[in-house]
């Protein structure tokens, strides 16, 4: 089986996921259109369209799109993550209907969802809409497009919990469930220390706004004044360095506004650390009874940080059991092993349909 992971290498999950397959005997291969510093990138064929003057990167753009129809045509399936509209423009989205292929679709965000579902179940997402949210090309429209264009291909969905509300049942009666992936042997367990009297609180924001920023920065600036810990904002450090405070924290804090947690969060609870989240009530009822995430938004985001920073005891607990659940519902060869039978399984459909 070959497959072929693109276009965007969102939460170095193209990569993870090429490393994952490759460990288990599946030939896979991966390509993005963009590249960033603070993403594993180095199994993942990059492709920049942005670079050189007009003619130089038209030509450019020649060569690319070559090559890319070179490496669909050679996948048994494809496996796309993200919003159809970053690549499937012009020539290639023709191309893609065109060499019909088996595949499915991982959306994780923003390139699906539905403000006024979101804005129905969580009022903290409401405010942030009007408040800098960064994602405003969310719509109702670019959600049913990104579907439709899909659905049209016949591919079908990747779902991870907190995303299903947004996906149109009756476009796609069939979906898979899956767990976000990362690789567990990156990340060796460091517990938080009974004995640390200062723990170390981080939250690296890709978007503030949407992750409730201000509110952590809130509650830590008034926290401050009562106790003593250490804070660090990440934003903008290579991947390493970022993973190694992540690593070394006592307390991470995803985010207080969306309502279901991340990859970053995944990475958090695999090195043994309590994460700090907002999980929305509707949403949080399709996670699993043992999520050990400790549910705080903008209201009690202070209240919950004040917790664990007074109680090393409970911020060791949750520890153990964050790296127990990323173990149990993120191993990335149990998932790897469940994605070839997904893949296989959308083959064979692929085929039926073709008769």
Not at 303 to 321: V, Y
Request: net charge positive; charged share 25%; glycine share 6%.
């Amino acid at each position: 089986m070959k497959v072929l992971l693109l276009p965007v290498n969102i939460a170095s999950d193209i990569s993870h996921k090429v490393r994952l397959l490759e460990a288990i005997g599946v030939e896979a291969r991966g390509f993005s259109i963009s590249d960033s510093p603070i993403q594993s990138a180095s199994n993942v064929k990059i492709f920049s369209l942005n670079k050189g003057s007009r003619i130089t990167s038209r030509l450019r753009r020649y060569k690319i799109f070559a090559e890319i129809r070179q490496l669909i045509a050679w996948a048994d399936v494809l496996h796309w993550i993200a919003d159809a509209g970053v690549f499937a423009r012009g020539w290639n989205k023709n191309f893609l209907h065109r060499i019909n292929k088996p595949g499915v679709v991982q959306w994780i965000g923003s390139d699906i969802r539905v403000p006024a579902l979101d804005m129905a179940i969580n009022p903290y997402y409401q405010t942030a809409f009007t408040d800098g949210y960064e994602y405003k090309d969310e719509s109702r429209e670019r959600s049913a497009a990104n579907q439709v264009f899909f659905a049209k291909l016949g591919f079908y969905p990747l779902e991870f919990v907190g995303m299903g509300h947004y996906i149109n049942r009756e476009l796609f009666p069939k979906r898979f469930r899956t767990w976000q992936s990362i690789v567990l042997s990156d990340h060796v367990p460091h517990y938080p220390e009974l004995a640390r009297q200062k723990p170390l609180i981080v939250h690296s924001p890709s978007a503030p706004v949407a992750k409730g920023t201000k509110y952590i920065l809130q509650a830590v600036e008034r926290l401050k004044s009562k106790y003593d810990f250490d804070f660090t904002l990440v934003q903008g450090l290579p991947r390493a360095q970022a993973i190694k405070l992540m690593s070394e924290c006592d307390v991470y804090v995803d985010q207080l506004i969306l309502g279901a947690h991340g990859y970053a969060a995944v990475e958090a609870m695999a090195f043994g650390k309590p994460v700090v989240c907002y999980i929305n009530p509707v949403i949080g009822k399709d996670y699993p009874a043992d999520l050990p995430i400790v549910n705080a938004n903008p209201d009690n985001i202070a209240e919950k940080l004040e917790r664990l920073i007074c109680d090393a005891a409970w911020r060791h607990e949750i520890g153990l059991k964050s790296r127990q659940y990323a173990e149990k519902y993120h191993d990335d060869q149990q998932i790897a092993r469940d994605l070839v039978q997904i893949y296989q399984e959308v083959i064979n459909l692929h085929r039926q349909r073709g008769k």
